[in-house]
């Protein structure tokens, strides 16, 4: 399975975005869809991630209630909408893709990670 993401951008505190990831090479719907972040000098932090079928959604501490995850596996991709958007979730974001349920907080429960997109947000 290949990974794309995209969406990432300069945005100021309190504004929106929002993250794509496409993908490839497997069949998407099967996977678990979770969303990473990583600030310099900063151990990868889970942002959320969404089950297979889209029922299910896992949200890190810091960015509930602002972030939501979707998905649309006739498109082949999962959203992360941004809301409230805050200097400290300044950060590369990662997109990765897991099989078997759960939340998938733990990096190593997946198999197949994107590029990432940079999200800077300006204060």
């Known amino acids: 399975v290949q990974l794309q993401a995209s969406g990432g951008g300069l945005v100021q505190a309190g504004g929106s975005l929002r993250l794509s990831c496409g993908g490839s090479?497997?069949?998407?719907?099967?996977?678990?869809m979770g969303w990473w972040r990583q600030s310099p000098g900063q151990e990868r932090e889970f942002v959320a991630s969404?089950?297979?079928?889209?029922?299910?959604?896992y949200y890190g501490d810091s960015v509930k209630g602002r972030f939501n995850i979707s998905r649309d596996n006739a498109k082949d991709t999962v959203y992360l909408q941004m809301n409230s958007l805050k200097s400290e979730d300044t950060a590369v974001y990662y997109c990765?893709?897991?099989?078997?349920?759960?939340?998938?907080?733990?990096?190593?429960?997946?198999?197949?990670w994107g590029q990432g997109t940079l999200v800077t947000v300006s204060s």
């Open positions: 990765a893709a897991g099989l078997g349920g759960g939340p998938f907080r733990k990096m190593n429960e997946y198999d197949y």
């Open positions: 090479g497997g069949i998407f719907s099967s996977y678990t």
């Open positions: 969404i089950s297979w079928s889209g029922e299910m959604q």
